[in-house]
């Protein structure tokens, strides 16, 4: 289920924001997305803080130059001031399925928690 409200509306703009070539190549416009308190488990296995992963993002375009592609970006608004997306990216052929959290602060909607999974498509074709 996908719920279209403001909140998530908003949640789904933030995170096609952070994977903007030009968002992720600037410290500032990427870490002003992120929470104070933002923490990621990522599809290598690692632990991210707010610093590491904005540090490690920033420094480095995407391999091969070509942006990440989303699919089946869905969203939920499980309270007042927290979101829940899920969806999936492609990133030079690297299929992760992904989970965000973002709350909503004084200063807008902030990614507060991520985790990514790597997957590799079903032979029967569903993508699932």
Do not use: C, K, Y
């Amino acid at each position: 289920m996908t719920d279209r409200s403001p909140a998530v509306e908003a949640a789904i703009e933030n995170e096609l924001r952070l994977l903007d070539p030009e968002v992720r190549a600037s410290p500032e416009l990427f870490g002003e997305l992120l929470h104070p308190e933002f923490t990621e488990f990522g599809a290598s296995g690692a632990r991210w803080d707010r610093a590491s992963i904005v540090r490690v993002l920033t420094a480095s375009p995407e391999p091969g130059g070509r942006p990440v592609t989303t699919s089946r970006m869905r969203g939920v608004e499980l309270a007042a001031d927290l979101v829940h997306l899920t969806f999936d990216t492609d990133s030079n052929g690297r299929l992760v399925h992904r989970s965000s959290l973002w709350r909503r602060t004084g200063h807008g909607w902030r990614l507060w928690f991520h985790q990514g999974t790597p997957f590799t498509p079903p032979d029967d074709g569903t993508g699932v």
